[in-house]
């Protein structure tokens, strides 16, 4: 090879090195911040967010930039999802809890949560995501430890899901490690064995055979509590005409009691005399009157009334 040859390939190999510089250089000045996603970027060990999704660029071997994603994200806890047959799985060192009436049940949960503060989210701990499912599962167990079994597996499970959700978020207000909870599902909840799930599907069933008993008696009383209300107001309204004039009637008696009373001041004797005669005149005509001659035996049958007529006139 010739001292030309070789000169040329020394040029080759310079611009070869140059271009490779120039690649390396530009893949370290710029980068791109997708959609839901903001960049920290590190200068001198100083943090600063970008969050305008594009293109950026930054000073090579002196910025460091890391992306992260800002999109919502799931959780399982008490379940995994099988990664050689796609199927989910229980996990019962996570889903195996016990209640306040000191019951053992299995619960499953869904969590969505994001990052809020990417910067504290690097920094503030370093594994803030193991950190949050500890914290996840510690609120989950003594919220479930406050409640009775029936409340966890049937009646309970929005009050429960509501306060895990409340604490588990001012917590993590209080430490500040960049992420927060989104909502909080109770997936499945059941007795860790057949014979108490079987045991609560009787409860549940007894009550909702109470709750239809209980809808029908409503209805029945519906139906029944109209006649009987009508039935009452009708014997009020009977009542109250029997009273008006049983006091009608008793008002008009002591009108003429009153009435006989002021004739009887006035005339004592005579308003006397009248009186016996009315009274005798309702008495005499149902009696009948027997005289004997004084020796017992009966010897004349007088009708008073044909007498009292004789000496009428």
Do not use: C
């Not at 600063?48 to 994603?69: A, L, M």
């Not at 588990?168 to 992420?179: A, C, H, P, W």
Request: glycine share 6%; net charge negative; hydrophobic share 40%.
């Amino acid at each position: 090879m010739s001292v030309k040859q070789v000169k040329r390939v020394f040029l080759w190999l310079n611009i070869g090195v140059v271009v490779l510089i120039a690649i390396i250089l530009i893949a370290n000045i710029f980068y791109v911040i997708e959609e839901q996603e903001q960049a920290v970027v590190v200068t001198l060990g100083k943090a600063s967010i970008v969050e305008t999704p594009g293109i950026h660029t930054k000073i090579p071997f002196v910025q460091r930039v890391y992306t992260i994603s800002m999109a919502a994200k799931g959780l399982e806890i008490g379940y995994k999802q099988d990664n050689a047959g796609g199927q989910w799985v229980g996990i019962n060192t996570e889903s195996e809890m016990i209640t306040s009436d000191y019951n053992f049940v299995n619960v499953d949960f869904f969590l969505e949560y994001r990052v809020t503060n990417p910067e504290r989210y690097m920094y503030a701990s370093s594994d803030p995501e193991g950190i949050f499912r500890n914290m996840a599962l510690s609120y989950i167990r003594d919220t479930i430890g406050l409640h009775g079994v029936d409340e966890v597996i049937t009646t309970g499970r929005n009050e429960i899901q509501a306060e895990i959700f409340d604490k588990f978020s001012d917590r993590l207000v209080q430490d500040n490690i960049g992420l927060e909870l989104l909502k909080i599902t109770i997936q499945d909840s059941e007795p860790p064995t057949e014979t108490v799930r079987n045991a609560f599907k009787n409860v549940e069933t007894a009550k909702q055979m109470r709750e239809t008993k209980i809808n029908e008696a409503r209805k029945y009383e519906s139906e029944q509590l109209p006649a009987a209300r009508a039935q009452v107001d009708a014997t009020l309204k009977e009542a109250e005409a029997q009273k008006e004039m049983r006091i009608n009637e008793a008002r008009a008696e002591v009108a003429v009691f009153n009435a006989m009373y002021d004739e009887y001041l006035k005339n004592p004797v005579m308003t006397r005399q009248r009186m016996f005669y009315e009274a005798m005149e309702n008495i005499l005509p149902g009696m009948r009157i027997i005289i004997d001659n004084g020796d017992g035996t009966t010897s004349k049958l007088l009708p008073l009334d044909d007498f009292s007529e004789t000496g009428g006139r």
